[in-house]
Structures are given as C-alpha cells and as structure tokens.
C-alpha cells in the first residue's frame, strides 16, 4: 500500500501547487468577468443570454488557463 510506504503525507503530495495555482486562477477569472461586463454594458437588469453565455465562457477559460497546468504538475507528483 502507498500510505504505509509514504506516509499520510502522500495525500498531500502536490497541493501547493495546485493552491499556488489557486491564486492567479480566480484573479484572472474575477478580472475578465468585470472587464466583460463593463464592456458588454451587462447589469443584470434583465436576462441576456448571449452576454450571460459570452461572458461565461471567456471566464471560464481565463481560470482554466491558469489552474490546468497547475493540475497536471500535481497529478505527476
């Protein structure tokens, strides 16, 4: 078994990467969303779905840039 090779720090291994990750993830993914909804005039008066999608999309894009190869690091840990 690994834990009684390794320890219980083994669960551990690579989670600060994934944490030192973390960080510029959500700024990025918090500073495209303000960015778009200042630039697309979205104030959540009413329901736009392609402003809502667009903006969606671009965040979400703008986090995984930072934390995926944040993730395959820990993963090869």
């Given at each position: 078994m690994l834990h009684q090779e390794e320890g219980?720090?083994?669960?551990?291994?690579?989670?600060?990467?994934?944490?030192?990750?973390?960080?510029?993830?959500?700024g990025a993914q918090f500073v495209v969303y303000e960015i778009?909804?200042?630039?697309?005039?979205?104030?959540?008066?009413?329901y736009e779905m392609l402003s809502t999608l667009g903006i969606g999309a671009a965040t979400t894009w703008a986090h995984d840039f930072f934390i995926s190869p944040s993730d395959i690091i820990k993963q090869r840990l």
């Amino acid at each position: 078994m690994l834990h009684q090779e390794e320890g219980i720090i083994r669960f551990w291994k690579g989670a600060n990467v994934v944490a030192s990750g973390c960080i510029p993830a959500h700024g990025a993914q918090f500073v495209v969303y303000e960015i778009l909804k200042n630039k697309l005039n979205y104030n959540n008066d009413q329901y736009e779905m392609l402003s809502t999608l667009g903006i969606g999309a671009a965040t979400t894009w703008a986090h995984d840039f930072f934390i995926s190869p944040s993730d395959i690091i820990k993963q090869r840990l």
